[in-house]
């Protein structure tokens, strides 16, 4: 038997994560840059203290990758985000990305319309 470790996300990207709220759109739309491609549709959200909802932002374009996340179009979700800032010599990074996102939770799934 061969034990095999992997990297935390914190050792990872060499930052304690800020966590962020996220809804997600079960409709994927084009992206902005490459309107051959298609990309996710977000919007932040923020919680109170008590977990209460206190604000919804726009939704965006989100051209990047969630790691973890599998969008599977069928449903609108929430996914609690640990967001970490991206070094730009970071070889995790993409040109052009600030952060890397990484699934904590799916904290609401409802059936799309």
């Known amino acids: 038997m061969i034990w095999e470790g992997r990297l935390t996300s914190q050792a990872k990207y060499n930052s304690k994560g800020e966590t962020v709220f996220w809804a997600v759109s079960s409709k994927m739309i084009p992206c902005t840059d490459n ?3 298609m990309c996710l549709q977000v919007k932040p959200i923020t919680y109170d203290d008590q977990g209460i909802k206190t604000s919804e932002g726009k939704w965006a374009v989100f051209t990047g ?3 973890g996340y599998q969008h599977d179009g ?4 929430v996914l609690r985000l640990q967001r970490y800032p991206l070094d730009s010599d970071d ?3 993409t040109e052009g990305e600030e ?3 990484v699934l904590d939770a799916v904290i609401e799934s409802a059936v799309a319309e």
């Open 91 to 93: 070889s995790n990074s």
């Open 74 to 77: 069928m449903h609108d979700e």
């Open 99 to 101: 952060y890397a996102y």
């Open 35 to 37: 309107g051959s491609e």
């Open 65 to 67: 990758e969630i790691d």
